[in-house]
Structure formats: structure tokens, C-alpha cells
């Protein structure tokens, strides 16, 4: 659940409600399907995210319930159940206490992409940002992706 939401930028909301019918595990994507008037894509799913799928599905409880993550007793992870389980494993990890909400995943992705030099297009699609203005706040914060602009401009001679 934890990766799922971090590398494709979903809220816990988002990420309780993927259901089996949202992936595509023969051709390595998943459906994000946004709330708050964000924009729902199809993404690519990475190796490691296919392979965590796979052996979920094994370990998953047998129901008729489409829902991706089914609890122990049978029934959809709720949003409540996510933020618990993301506490106590960010709590374990020493994670700060004022960022032990699952949202914190999303800003991260984003803060990581804007670092990597990502272009905001791309982050602003991969977190499913409908105006680029929310996607720009990542930039602003980045001085990675600052830095690595300026270095390109310099070695391509746009800048003296």
C-alpha cells in the first residue's frame, strides 16, 4: 500500500480504493483514480511494484470484494486502517511525528521528482495535479531541481 501510494502520488483515500480491476499486471500498469477534482491517468508500474502485487494477491483474503487491499477480517482497508498502519511503521522508522500522515508520501514524491530535476509537467501528471500551480510548489522548495536547471543552461551556453 505504502509504495503504491508514494511512487504514483496517492492520497489514502485513493490508495484504499484500487481495485483489481484497476491494474494491468500483463502490461505493468495501474489506473490512479484521483478524488478532489485531480486528474485520473493510467501509470506505469515498476518492477518491484509488480513483483509487491504479485505476492499481495497470494497472501490476499479470498472475497468477491474488488478492493486491492482487503483487511484480515474481509473487508476494504479504510482510509482510518491506512493512516494507522503508516503510523506505527513511520513511528518504527524514527519518521518526525508532525509527518506521520500518509499525505506526507505524495509531498515527498513530489519534493524527490522536483529534485531530480523532473520536469513539472511530469510530476504534475504523476501526482494527478489538475493546475500546474500546485505542481510549482515542489519546484520552489527544490533546490536540487534549481541547480540542476542553472548547471544545464550553463553547459549548453545559454548562460555567460
Not at 482497508?77 to 511525528?97: C, D, M, P, Y
Not at 505524495?106 to 489538475?130: C, D, E, M
Request: with cysteine; charged share 20%; hydrophobic share 40%.
Amino acid at each position: 500500500m505504502i509504495l503504491l501510494a508514494y511512487r504514483h502520488g496517492l492520497r489514502a483515500t485513493e490508495t484504499c480504493n484500487i481495485t483489481v480491476e484497476n491494474l494491468d499486471l500483463e502490461a505493468g500498469n495501474i489506473r490512479c483514480n484521483r478524488g478532489k477534482g485531480s486528474i485520473s491517468n493510467w501509470q506505469q508500474l515498476a518492477e518491484d511494484e509488480i513483483k509487491a502485487i504479485k505476492v499481495w494477491m497470494k497472501k490476499r483474503p479470498k472475497t468477491t470484494n474488488p478492493c486491492l487491499f482487503i483487511s484480515r477480517k474481509g473487508t476494504p482497508v479504510s482510509r482510518s486502517q491506512f493512516f494507522k498502519i503508516f503510523q506505527n511503521l513511520a513511528e518504527k522508522t524514527g519518521l518526525a511525528s508532525e509527518k506521520r500522515h500518509p499525505h506526507i508520501l505524495k509531498h515527498s514524491l513530489g519534493t524527490h521528482l522536483a529534485n531530480a530535476g523532473v520536469p513539472p509537467q511530469v510530476i504534475q501528471n504523476r501526482l494527478g495535479h489538475r493546475n500546474i500551480q500546485n505542481t510549482m510548489v515542489y519546484m520552489t522548495i527544490s533546490s536540487g531541481f534549481v541547480d540542476k536547471m542553472v548547471n544545464a543552461a550553463m553547459a549548453n551556453g545559454n548562460v555567460v
